[in-house]
Nanobody
Framework: QVQLVESGGGLVQAGGSLRLSCAAS????????MAWFRQAPGKEREFVAT????????VYADSVKGRFTISRDNAKSTVYLQMNSLKPEDTAVYYC?????????????????WGQGTQVTVSS
């Protein structure tokens, strides 16, 4: 069993930055591919970014490429999402998710575990 707890959300002006963190319980964090998803009001949950077991492979949604950076610290069992140049359309609840094994996680349905989400609001 893995528990994921997100933090770092908040209210920021357009053009600003936030860093989200997702702390995982358990000793097998390095066995899980990690990802961030988001869901805006009235919209489907969508993929944001994913990172491989060692952190060597990264994939981003086109909408955040060049602005967001996903990273992980296996010693701290934590995955991060650095968000720069934020736009109002980035407003959403952001979820951390984990999938056991090496396959990059880009589909919410493939998640084995997920957190409760953290709200990010970008004002114009």
């Amino acid at each position: 069993q893995v528990q994921l707890v997100e933090s770092g959300g908040g209210l920021v002006q357009a053009g600003g930055s936030l860093r989200l963190s997702c702390a995982a319980s358990g000793r097998t964090f390095s066995s899980y591919t990690m990802a961030w998803f988001r869901q805006a009001p009235g919209k489907e949950r969508e993929f944001v970014a994913t990172i491989s077991l060692s952190g060597g492979s990264l994939v981003y949604a086109d909408s955040v490429k060049g602005r967001f950076t996903i990273s992980r610290d296996n010693a701290k069992s934590t995955v991060y999402l650095q968000m720069n140049s934020l736009k109002p359309e980035d407003t959403a609840v952001y979820y951390c998710a984990a999938s056991r094994g090496p396959v990059l996680l880009t589909l919410w349905a493939s998640s084995d575990y997920w957190g409760q989400g953290t709200q990010v609001t970008v004002s114009s």
